[in-house]
């Protein structure tokens, strides 16, 4: 498999979409399999302008199909990189049980604020 390769299953890649309402708060919205490979690219969305600067942010992850042990890095490095200066990290729930298991398992779920919808977290 090679970087060209057009051969994989859309559900492979990790879609980002990144929302600034607000000066101090932006969305991200991804879909697909947040893995080792795809969380590298969150990492960049995160570390760049403008989420890098915002206070608040919420990552919905209701069309997440997969999450692994590099996607939750990503994530747990953005909620402490909000919570060192005050901010926050809400996390919409993911629609798919298996990447929610992996939330409960590691109890994720009970460190991130998370919600059901992205309605209820507050966002404009």
């Known amino acids: 498999m090679t970087d060209h390769d057009t051969s994989l299953p859309t559900d492979h890649l990790?879609?980002?979409?990144v929302e600034s309402?607000?000066?101090?708060?932006?969305?991200?919205?991804?879909?697909g399999r947040l893995d080792a490979v795809e969380a590298v690219r969150l990492?960049?969305?995160l570390a760049a302008a403008p989420v890098a600067q915002v206070d608040h942010l919420v990552i919905d992850l209701s069309e997440v199909a997969f999450?692994?042990?590099?996607?939750?890095?990503?994530?747990?490095r953005a909620r402490r990189d909000r919570v060192l200066?005050?901010?926050t990290v809400t996390l919409v729930r993911p629609r798919s049980e298996?990447?929610?298991?992996?939330?409960r398992l590691t109890q994720f779920d009970e460190i991130f604020a998370m919600v059901d919808t992205r309605d209820e977290s507050g966002s404009p």
């Open 98 to 103: 298996e990447a929610m298991r992996v939330f």
């Open 14 to 17: 990790l879609h980002i979409d």
């Open 43 to 45: 990492r960049e969305v």
């Open 85 to 87: 200066r005050g901010g």
């Open 67 to 76: 999450v692994d042990s590099a996607g939750l890095a990503a994530l747990a």
């Open 21 to 31: 309402g607000r000066a101090d708060h932006s969305v991200i919205t991804l879909g």
